[in-house]
């Protein structure tokens, strides 16, 4: 591929970390690297397709997609799948986006 594809982190959601939405809809979560723009799309690769790796279950392989901010190309990578509000707080302490200083 020649296209200039950026890289972000995906999100699944299930159990008891989706109790906000429907359980038929299976989405990835995911936010744009070059605008910053919160997006989702169907997941495609089946929940056996995930393995427990760093720490937590995710998919080392990804997905493809596009912004629909900026229209910028993105591969979602890793995809990783939260189960519970526990495993959601440490994700989020893992892959913060925000600097922490340390003081």
């Excluded at 937590?56 to 629909?68: A, M």
Aim: hydrophobic share 40%; proline share 5%.
């Amino acid at each position: 591929m020649a296209e200039n594809t950026r890289e972000t982190i995906g999100v699944r959601l299930t159990g008891w970390a989706a109790l906000n939405r429907d359980p038929l809809m299976d989405r990835v979560e995911f936010t744009c690297p070059q605008c910053g723009v919160k997006g989702d799309k169907a997941a495609r690769r089946p929940r056996a397709a995930y393995h427990f790796t760093d720490g937590f279950v995710q998919d080392i392989e990804g997905e493809s997609t596009t912004c629909r901010g900026c229209k910028a190309a993105l591969k979602v990578v890793p995809v990783v799948m939260v189960h519970d509000n526990d495993e959601k707080r440490r994700f989020q302490a893992v892959f913060s986006l925000d600097p922490i200083a340390a003081n």
